[in-house]
């Protein structure tokens, strides 16, 4: 039967969307690190208000001590001031002020720590600002003519772009507190990549050297780097003869380490290692669902061959990538610690 031209649709007809003038990046695929960032800014003032500043004798209190607090709160509170930023659980908020007689300026530096998806350099500049204005606030009754300038952001560190340190410098005490950038300096390693079609020559391989840039720019020395197909004798004949020969403190084999029938290299591994270390494997594991929810489906490992440690990573340059992100804040260490028990 026919719908009589007067009864209402049932279809709902919703007016069309405008593309939205701004967005929050969607940082749930990033996986939290451990970042901090440094911000600093400066005040200038007469000589009598910087004196009163320098003593304490403001007619509103002492100002440093309250700026310490104020630039707490303004890390704090940079998502509600700052609308695109994230909502942060904020490790550590430090201000520590400075002053110069030369110049009769006292220079706020704000550091702000977090473990997080993202990085806190907005909550160290809010941190900075608020801290100056509030010295401003209570200087101001003494000296109107006051001046906010240089404010900067000094490092940053944590996250995919790694470290930035501000291109004009940054201060003695603060570059001594910057992690190391070549965490394997003085150590020795090796690439072995399992895969039949690069090994034939069918396709070039790529986790191998960027695997290759990742050590040689950690500091180590690269021994050797080779290509061998998926076979179980041939890994496990080139994963003994190199740590053998070279006895180098890393060797990293990628490939194999999937749930195909060809991959391979974590049972090797189990086979001729002296002692598994599979909390390293978990960590992978665990760290990689940040970027895929079929990381359980890797099996990647580790173990000591001699005084080696192999790591058996996948094959894909993306994933070398990101396991080496994983493991590099605590590697150099780890190797270390290992050098340590006797081998």
């Known amino acids: 039967m026919a719908k009589p031209d007067n009864m209402p649709s049932n279809t709902i007809e919703f ?18 690190t451990r970042r901090r960032a440094v911000a600093v800014g400066s005040i200038s003032m007469g000589e009598e ?8 004798t403001l007619p509103k209190g002492d100002v440093l001590a309250l700026a310490e607090a104020a ?22 908020v430090t201000i520590h002020c400075a002053l110069d007689d030369q110049t009769n300026s006292v220079s706020v530096y704000c550091q702000v720590a977090a473990f997080a998806k993202t990085g806190v350099e907005m909550e160290a500049l809010a941190g900075a600002n608020n801290a100056l204005l509030t ?34 410098g940054i201060p003695d ?12 300096k003085g150590k020795s390693a090796a690439i072995l990549v399992m895969s039949d079609r690069a090994a034939k020559g069918e396709y070039e391989d790529e986790s191998g050297p960027v695997l290759k840039d990742i050590l040689e720019g950690a500091g180590a020395e690269l021994v050797e780097q080779k290509i061998i197909p998926d076979d179980a004798g041939t890994i496990a004949q080139n994963i ?13 084999a990628s490939g194999g380490t999937g749930p195909g029938p060809r991959d391979v290299t974590p049972d090797v591994l189990e086979k001729i290692s002296d002692r598994m270390l599979d909390g390293l494997g978990d960590v992978l594991r665990i760290e990689s669902l940040h970027f895929t929810d079929t990381a359980w489906l890797s099996r990647m490992s580790a173990g000591m061959v001699g005084s080696t440690l192999v790591i058996a990573f996948p094959g894909s340059p993306k994933a070398v990538k990101e396991c080496w992100d994983i493991l590099e804040p605590f590697l150099g260490d780890a190797l270390n610690k290992i050098a340590k028990q006797g081998f």
């Open 15 to 32: 007016p069309t969307a405008n593309e939205p003038h701004f967005k929050m990046i969607d940082v749930g695929r990033k996986r939290p």
């Open 240 to 252: 003994k003869n190199i740590c053998k020969t070279h006895k180098p403190d890393l060797l990293i």
């Open 71 to 92: 630039g707490i709160t303004g890390a704090k509170k940079t998502p509600e001031m700052i609308p695109m930023c994230h909502t942060l659980p904020l490790d550590q």
């Open 49 to 56: 208000a910087f004196e009163r500043v320098k003593n304490g």
């Open 173 to 184: 005490w603060l570059a001594a507190q910057l992690p190391n950038t070549e965490s394997l």
């Open 135 to 168: 010295i401003w606030d209570l200087t101001k009754g003494v000296d109107p003519d006051l001046e906010i300038g240089a404010v900067r952001l000094l490092v940053k560190t944590g996250g995919k772009s790694g470290v930035y340190t501000n291109p004009n």
